[in-house]
């Protein structure tokens, strides 16, 4: 026979025990808290990266992918350095620089298509008056020739 003043935290005679219940829940909760806070702080230099550069977001991201399989935190501190830093931009002048190359390379004329008249006829300051065609293939022999 118990006393009828028990404290809450001793579970009554019906075998049901409320505070473990209530801290059974609170544990998946907090389980379930930690695991979220846990996945958005690894995912936290991805989400820094993503608006940077292409390249720069999926080294970042491989990197995140790394440290979570391997466990090895390098690979995280790693993705977070490259997220914070602002890589300069070379793939856009170099592809600049390629095209004008291959412009120049391919022997297209730079003046603008309204040099000849309406009519067809050359101009008086024209050189020789051949057609585009013979002289594109007269500068790519000379071309060939240097190389």
């Not at 935290?9 to 998946?28: C, E, N, R």
């Not at 995140?64 to 391997?70: D, K, N, P, R, V």
């Not at 790693?78 to 291959?102: H, K, Q, Y």
């Amino acid at each position: 026979m118990a006393p009828h003043h028990l404290p809450f935290y001793l579970a009554p005679g019906s075998g049901v025990d409320p505070l473990m219940v209530v801290m059974g829940i609170f544990l998946i909760g907090v389980v379930f808290w930690v695991g979220t806070l846990y996945w958005k702080l690894h995912s936290l230099p991805e989400r820094m990266a993503h608006k940077s550069q292409k390249l720069q977001f999926e080294f970042v991201a491989v990197l995140g992918l790394i440290s979570l399989f391997t466990h090895m935190h390098v690979f995280w501190v790693a993705g977070l350095l490259l997220a914070l830093i602002d890589l300069p931009d070379f793939g856009t002048p170099m592809r600049s620089i390629a095209d004008s190359v291959e412009r120049i390379a391919d022997g297209q004329p730079t003046e603008p298509k309204s040099s000849m008249p309406e009519d067809g006829t050359p101009r008086p300051d024209d050189q020789g008056g051949s057609p585009p065609e013979e002289k594109s293939r007269v500068m790519k022999e000379k071309e060939r020739s240097h190389v």
